[in-house]
């Protein structure tokens, strides 16, 4: 298997333009996480879908943030406008059914100049 | 609440010594513990983990890990440390809506 596929691998935008970040999680898996880390607040988790369904998107910092999972192989994480405090590494991952284990991708660096 | 503490943000070891990373958690029922470690510009990758059984754990890269109840610790352990193991170590235990509450991670050096 692939493992969880994230693209881009890096993103550079300026304030204020629209940011889309997307990920593949493992084949079989049904549930995928939204993760931000920077060296300030460490890793946060910002949404977690079940099923495609999201169930915890209390994380999302505003409603310039949003998620959507489409279908169970493809999610995405969208910035709009984008600021630079949105500067971080964003990770996906994705876990099966009840056995927590999540696997990680590689992430997407993302700098808001 | 589900919560995990990771006392120490860096800990320093001189390579074939021993080394141990400390995690406590607080859960509500019977814990899933679980380690996990980050390369730099890498994501984080599954070591081990606790779900019930014996108290210790063994994992990827001759880690291994031991699930104590009565101090409430899962602490990390590596009998003889290697350069290639540092990395930036995060504990989480799992909760019951199937997710992971982390750690703040543990920064583990080993010199030469």
């Known amino acids: 298997d692939a493992g969880v596929i994230q693209s881009p691998r890096h993103e550079v935008t300026e304030m204020g333009q629209e940011v889309t970040l997307r990920c593949k999680p493992i084949s079989g898996h049904n549930s995928l996480f939204w993760y931000r880390q920077t060296m300030m607040r460490g890793l946060e988790l910002l949404i977690y879908f079940n099923n495609n369904v999201p169930i915890d998107d209390s994380g999302m910092p505003e409603d310039r943030f949003s998620a959507k999972m489409p279908n169970a192989s493809f999610s995405t994480l969208k910035i709009q406008p984008s600021e630079p405090r949105d500067s971080a590494v964003y990770f996906c991952?994705?876990?099966?059914?009840?056995?927590?284990?999540?696997?990680f991708g590689p992430g997407t660096r993302l700098t808001v100049t | 609440a589900q919560s995990v503490a990771q006392p120490e943000d860096q800990v320093n070891v001189a390579e074939g010594n021993p080394l141990t990373v400390k995690c406590t958690y607080s859960?509500?029922?019977?814990?899933?513990l679980f380690w996990y470690v980050q390369y730099p510009n890498r994501g984080l990758q599954f070591l081990l983990k606790y779900i019930t059984g014996d108290n210790l754990v063994k994992g990827s890269y001759g880690f291994e890990a031991e699930f104590n109840k009565s101090q409430t610790s899962f602490h990390l352990k590596k009998p003889s440390a290697l350069v290639s193991d540092s990395a930036l170590y995060f504990c989480a235990v799992g909760d019951s809506n199937y997710q992971l509450i982390w750690g703040a991670g543990t920064k583990l050096i080993i010199k030469p």
């Open positions: 859960v509500s029922g019977n814990p899933y």
């Open positions: 991952a994705s876990s099966l059914g009840s056995s927590l284990e999540q696997y």
